[in-house]
């Protein structure tokens, strides 16, 4: 029978990985808290239709990496490919625009693409990201993205590179399309296969082409910023102002379009230049969206997000794996004493301890061990028949190498102390 394994691309986090996870986790959710922006969470599996409105059809996600599948209802799912179209969906759905001028929310989880895996690049992988509804920016924006690099900061990713561009308002994008079309078209037969055919589906996606032949063409392509109107100019120079302000490095990438239909305005991408990422070197992207409210049947509610990579940003950051450790361990001199040892793991538990015990039966010398080996316990209770007949247990104190014996009764409190005065 062969063995069964993982769908490829989608990867197991092992305990002895999750601390640093969690440190990444733990920063996010402390700094999104501190900018006032509270936690949603949103079904993993939407309607299809939700990520053909708002994604776009002609989309990279939307053509080739979604999964979707029919359901025994005959309705059309996907697991969601990320995370603001739910978001989007669910602040709609609630009327949350009747109720307040101005939402942060944040969300954390995992989402779903069928890419070619590689490093940093999964079919599942996880994203921290935040949606601000309400606010045409662009301080909002500024402050959204000085936060990115503060956290970035705070985990030790340090050699990073922001870049921020404007797609513009309105007809800006349309326009900008025509005119990369028009230099692009002429030279149409040196373009990739893959951008011959994105120039009349999706023409700006070919900006982002890693094809060398492609980047060549586009080296001379015209600059988005050159199509912006008196407004969207204002905008973007409002937002390079406020960040200058905030002391925040950028810089203006006039070829940044990203991979998403909904964006208007900002659009901003941090990446990381440390080797480990490779061609997967783009942490965090985000940008406005304030016509996608509308598209999906709200009102005109300006909007702006981003989401970072928690496994890119863990390819960066390093550090060992660790095993969790507790405060004590419990063994036992005798297998008759096993109940007692029970009754005593559920009193130092019940007391906020971190205890545990190997119940097997096993000999005493191999429950020692292993509470000093695997369990990184600070001290173990040892239950032996002759100290149980006095009401007594043994108490090992592994960092100080002594042992004493204390009454049953106070052995809780003994070990809160010496746990106490260890950390
Ligand atoms: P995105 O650029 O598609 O934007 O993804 C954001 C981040 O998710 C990327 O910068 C990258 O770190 C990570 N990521 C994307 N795909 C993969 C993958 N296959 N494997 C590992 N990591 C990946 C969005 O998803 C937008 N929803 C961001 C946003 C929020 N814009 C406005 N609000």
Redesign the pocket.
């Known amino acids: 029978m062969t063995t069964l394994r993982a769908v490829k691309?989608m990867n197991d986090v092992l305990p002895e990985a999750l601390p640093r996870w969690r440190r990444v986790e733990a920063a996010f959710r402390a700094i999104t808290a501190r900018h006032g922006y509270a936690e949603v969470r949103t079904p993993i599996v939407e309607p299809t239709q939700l990520f053909i409105r708002s994604i776009g059809e002609a989309t990279d996600?939307v053509e080739k990496e979604m999964y979707t599948f029919v359901d025994k209802g005959d309705d059309m799912l996907t697991l969601r490919?990320?995370?603001?179209?739910s978001?989007v969906r669910a602040y709609i759905e609630h009327a949350v625009h009747g109720r307040e001028p101005i939402s942060k929310w944040s969300y954390l989880g995992p989402?779903f693409?069928r890419?070619r895996p590689a490093r940093?690049?999964?079919?599942q992988?996880?994203?921290a990201?935040?949606?601000c509804f309400g606010d045409g920016g662009p301080f909002v924006d500024a402050e959204m993205i000085d936060m990115v690099v503060t956290l970035l900061g705070e985990l030790g990713v340090q050699d990073l590179e922001v870049l921020v561009n404007s797609l513009g308002s309105g007809d800006t994008r349309d326009r900008y399309r025509e005119a990369l079309t028009a230099h692009l078209a002429p030279h149409r037969d040196r373009l990739s296969e893959d951008s011959q055919r994105r120039l009349a589906s999706n023409p700006l996606r070919i900006l982002d082409s890693k094809s060398p032949a492609d980047q060549e063409l586009c080296a001379g392509a015209p600059d988005l910023v050159d199509f912006l109107g008196p407004e969207d100019r204002a905008h973007f120079e409002g937002l390079q102002g406020a960040l200058r302000a905030l002391g925040t490095p950028f810089r203006v990438a006039p070829r940044l379009v990203?991979?998403?239909d909904?964006?208007s305005r900002t659009l901003f991408?941090?990446q990381g230049r440390g080797g480990e990422l490779g061609a997967?070197n783009?942490?965090?992207?985000?940008?406005?969206?304030d016509g996608l409210v509308r598209t999906l049947g709200g009102p005109d509610v300006p909007s702006?997000?981003?989401?970072?990579?928690?496994?890119?940003?863990l390819l960066l950051t390093g550090g060992a794996d660790t095993a969790p450790t507790v405060d004590v361990a419990v063994a036992v001199a005798d297998a008759s004493l096993r109940e007692e040892a029970l009754v005593l793991l559920r009193d130092l538990r019940a007391a906020g301890l971190v205890a545990d015990g190997d119940l097997r039966g096993g000999s005493l010398k191999s429950q020692l061990r292993r509470a000093a080996d695997k369990l990184g316990a600070r001290a173990v209770l040892v239950l032996g028949p002759a100290e149980s007949e006095r009401g007594v247990v043994q108490l090992k104190d592994l960092a100080a190498h002594s042992q004493s014996e204390i009454p049953r009764a106070e052995v809780v409190l003994r070990v809160q102390a010496l746990v106490r005065e260890s950390k």
Do not use: N
């Open positions: 691309g996600i490919p990320e995370g603001t179209a978001a989402m693409r890419e940093g690049r999964y079919r992988f996880w994203q990201g935040v949606e990203r991979g998403l909904y964006y991408e941090v997967q783009t942490l965090c992207g985000g940008g406005r969206y702006i997000g981003f989401a970072m990579g928690i496994e890119r940003i």
